[in-house]
């Protein structure tokens, strides 16, 4: 039986090394038997859409960790074992990683976590709030390994790519074209012109993250059939907002509503927030991660939030057609009334 337990999350990152490390040290120290738990958690745009590239990426993490582990604990009773987290769940934020941890915990009667300073789940975009708080929230013990980090500088600007530059063109030309008569040569030369103009002076500081020739022109595809259904969201709701202010009760009921939305940060999440406060009855108030605090005018707008619909279609969009089918925020108990103070 192991004296000590601990669990360490890894992420491909400049202190993942040092962090396993410390969590050896950590478990040898005082003697005894040890355990040590390398987990990979994958999000769910990785772990839910069957690409085996993130997985066989785990696992080669994973056996880089038990070899740095048996190098350091030279000889001496240490226990590892490894795990993929995120296969058969949704991870999003970090009150889904924390939740996954703390149930592998309890599983496996782990005493605690070490956590690296530097830990970034998956290869998307960062976590918006820190998994400290909420690994405190679920009651799950934690320590930070005490690494030396390089110093971070950050550029504004990305790296030169011509698929920047052609994402850049492209929305720069079409958006050029709307605005006058695609019809028209002059509105052509000139749209070329402008475009190239913009996209040499801008598409380094526009994208954070280089376009992907295969997933950008399918997302521009799916949100160009998303456009209508939220079109037809936002009358659907215009007409159901009149009929309750023409009728001489006004039966309205205004109350706040929180949705934790199954989508990742970012473009996503910005997405979906802007498209409920498009729709009549429904005003995003505040974006905390995945978390949104919606406030709702009539029983309608509420209803048709809880049933997640737009949430799906922007799912659609981002991640594909698998992503859409999850249940509804209502039926994952995702969605709540809450009061100001709940916020």
């Known amino acids: 039986m192991a004296d000590k ?20 040290r950590s478990a040898l120290e005082g003697g005894g038997p040890a355990e040590l738990h390398f987990v990979v958690a994958i999000p769910d745009d990785a772990g839910m859409s069957g690409d085996t590239r993130h997985l066989e990426e785990a696992d080669d993490l994973l056996e880089r960790a038990r070899t740095w582990a048996d190098e350091d604990a030279d000889d001496e009773s240490l226990s590892i074992e ?3 987290l995120g296969t058969d769940e949704y991870l999003f934020g970090p009150r889904d990683y924390a939740e996954s941890f703390a149930t592998y915990a309890d599983a496996h009667d782990v005493d605690r976590v070490v956590l690296d300073p530097e830990y970034q789940p998956g290869a998307t975009s960062p976590m918006l709030q820190p998994l ?3 690994l405190a929230a679920v009651g799950l013990a934690y320590d930070e390994a005490p690494v030396e980090r390089p110093a971070r500088r950050e550029r ?23 605005l006058g008569d695609p019809t028209y040569w002059f509105d052509l030369v000139t749209g070329v012109v402008v475009a190239a103009i913009v996209s040499i002076t801008l598409s380094h500081v526009t994208f954070s993250v280089a376009p992907q020739k295969v997933q950008s022109p399918i997302r521009t595809v799916r949100f160009a059939l998303y456009v ?5 969201e936002i009358v659907k709701a215009n007409v159901a907002v009149a009929v309750v202010i023409l009728r001489p009760s006004m039966p309205i009921e205004p109350k706040l509503t929180r949705i934790n939305a199954r989508v990742s940060g970012g473009l996503p999440l910005l997405s979906l927030a802007n498209s409920i406060t498009l729709t009549p009855g429904t005003l995003t108030v505040r974006a905390n991660d995945q978390r949104l605090v919606v406030h709702t005018l009539i029983e309608d707008a509420r ?20 992503a859409a089918a999850i249940a509804s925020p209502e039926e994952r108990g995702d969605a709540e009334v809450i009061r100001g103070d709940e916020w």
């Open 228 to 232: 209508p259904l939220l079109l037809w």
């Open 82 to 84: 490894t795990a993929v």
């Open 5 to 24: 337990r601990l669990l360490v999350p890894l992420s491909t990152s400049v202190t993942v090394r040092q962090t396993v490390g410390y969590a050896v």
């Open 156 to 178: 504004l600007v990305g790296a030169e790519s011509l698929d920047r530059f052609i994402g850049m063109f492209g929305i720069s030309f079409a958006f050029y074209l709307l």
């Open 303 to 322: 209803e048709d939030l809880f049933e997640g619909r737009l949430e799906r279609a922007v799912r659609f969009v981002f991640y594909g057609r698998e």
């Open 132 to 134: 400290e708080r909420e």
